[in-house]
């Protein structure tokens, strides 16, 4: 068993890559100036990622009236930012292994689910959405290297966390350090921006954070709606058991939950396509 994050990553034959595209378009999540035209350009050149989102959207999912044939018609039936939503997610999938007796697709369902509900609570508490959005998208990612690593630890605290456990807890009784921790190493080895590295890192725990991060707890609230949705719980019974000290660090009242999170919820995500 590894005894920290660095023999854990000595422990991979092989560390995860995104394609350049990726990287660059998360590096820019916070730069209101990034030149998305060409970063388009960019993504045309990426030819496998360019082809999955091209078949995305032309799915049913999205209803356009005529076919795409390229990033850049993409680009003018659904605007920049849901290209930046599906290049991101279509280059983090790809780079992803399937992993022995790990449920890889309902690993990111959750994700997507994650990623969605981060961007809405970021955005109601006045956080950057984008970089919410992303956070979450990505949060999973060290539970998965855990499990590719270690799988007999990994699976041990996932039997722990269906029991009722909090999953930080046991990974640092068990490993001596969390799956957040592990993502944010995995993003500085990506060479991700630091607001990112550090909101995932923040997010097992983002009331311990000084000052309290406004970011992670999105991504912990979404992580955690998403994980009981995960559990067959309902909309009623989820509300009922929001965790308020994340609540109230993001400033969002009973009220603005009770009517708005049902729908929010109800939601179905447009990245399943890339699970086919």
């Known amino acids: 068993m590894p005894t920290s994050i660095n023999q854990l990553f000595d422990q991979l034959h092989k560390i995860p890559q995104v394609p350049e595209v990726v990287r660059s378009i998360i590096n820019q999540l916070n730069d209101p100036h990034a030149d998305m035209l060409n970063i388009a350009k960019d993504v045309e050149k990426e030819q496998v990622t360019a082809l999955k989102i091209l078949r995305l959207v032309n799915s049913a999912h999205f209803g356009l009236s005529r076919k795409i044939g390229s990033i850049n018609e993409a680009v003018a039936m659904l605007g920049l930012n849901q290209l930046k939503t599906l290049v991101i997610a279509s280059g983090i999938v790809a780079a992803t292994p399937d992993i022995k007796n790990f449920d890889i697709k309902r690993s990111w369902q959750n994700s997507f689910r994650t990623a969605a509900y981060s961007k809405w609570l970021a955005e109601q508490a006045g956080a950057a959405g984008d970089i919410a959005y992303t956070a979450g998208l990505l949060a999973n990612l060290g539970n998965v ?117 049902p729908a929010v919820l109800a939601q179905k995500s447009e990245l399943d396509g890339l699970l086919d």
């Open 145 to 261: 290297l855990i499990h590719i690593a270690c799988p007999s630890e990994a699976n041990e605290v996932d039997q722990h966390v269906k029991a009722g456990s909090a999953r930080p807890d046991i990974e640092k009784n068990r490993l001596g350090f969390t799956s957040h921790q592990v993502c944010a190493e995995l993003c500085r080895r990506w060479r991700f921006a630091d607001i990112l590295i550090e909101t995932l890192e923040q997010s097992a725990e983002p009331w311990l954070a000084e000052p309290p991060s406004k970011l992670s707890g999105a991504v912990y609230l979404a992580g955690w709606i998403s994980d009981r949705q995960d559990r067959g719980l309902d909309h009623e019974e989820i509300l009922s058991g929001l965790p308020t000290n994340v609540t109230a660090l993001l400033g969002l009242d009973s009220v603005l939950l009770a009517e708005k999170m």
